[in-house]
């Protein structure tokens, strides 16, 4: 239940920015003008929550050490993102 609620609240704010965007009435869109390291933030947002989506419905149950592969892999692409975004 606490996957769900959690994947529940990204996905909102995820369409409260969409909405946002559409309505903003200004020259661009608000999303075109955040630097490079914010538009990576928010890349990285959507793949980790992509990838959490596909674990859960995947339902695939083996493990490594006693963490499921869905798990390390969205651990794996976290320290990725999180080292892309330090080094930008």
């Known amino acids: 239940m606490a996957v769900g609620d959690l994947m529940g609240s990204i996905l909102f704010k995820l369409l409260i920015l969409g909405v946002l965007d559409l309505l903003h009435r200004s020259g661009g869109r608000i999303l075109s003008r955040l630097s490079a390291a914010h538009a990576l933030s928010a890349t990285m947002s959507v793949t980790l929550t992509a990838l959490a989506g596909i674990a859960i419905v995947?339902?695939?149950?083996?493990?490594?050490?006693?963490?499921?592969?869905?798990?390390?892999?969205?651990?794996?692409?976290?320290?990725?993102?999180?080292?892309?975004?330090?080094?930008?």
């Not at 083996?62 to 320290?79: F, H, Q, Y």
């Open 58 to 88: 995947t339902g695939f149950r083996a493990s490594l050490g006693g963490v499921g592969i869905g798990s390390a892999v969205i651990l794996g692409a976290d320290l990725l993102g999180i080292r892309l975004v330090y080094y930008d």
